[in-house]
């Protein structure tokens, strides 16, 4: 499984960014993709999850009501919408999906810098 990241950028505090994350290969083994964030001099976190089977999604806490995952299962894109974007959101936005037998595939990452 391939993953390409693209829409990140630079927007001020408050402003909007859609990220878009496409999947290519054995699109037919992933159960769940996401979005994970990893800010200068921290770990890596989970934002945000949807499953294959049924589209249920999961938010981290410090996303829920600002941030939406959305997917395009024909097309096996997954889609984060971000609004009311803080200058804590700044981070490197990277898609994950994890297939069978608990395999987790990345994509490069999509830089996403928020100014005040």
């Known amino acids: 499984v391939q993953l390409v990241e693209s829409g990140g950028g630079l927007v001020q505090a408050g402003g909007s960014l859609r990220l878009s994350c496409a999947a290519s290969g054995a699109t037919y083994s992933i159960d769940v993709m996401g979005w994970y964030r990893q800010a200068p001099g921290k770990q890596r976190e989970l934002v945000a999850i949807?499953?294959?089977?049924?589209?249920?999604?999961h938010y981290a806490d410090f996303v829920k009501g600002r941030f939406a995952i959305s997917r395009d299962g024909i097309k096996s894109l997954i889609y984060l919408q971000m609004n009311n974007l803080q200058p804590e959101d700044t981070a490197v936005y990277y898609c994950n999906a994890n297939g069978w037998g608990q395999i987790d595939y990345w994509g490069q990452g999509t830089q996403v810098t928020v100014s005040s």
């Open positions: 949807i499953r294959s089977g049924g589209g249920s999604t």
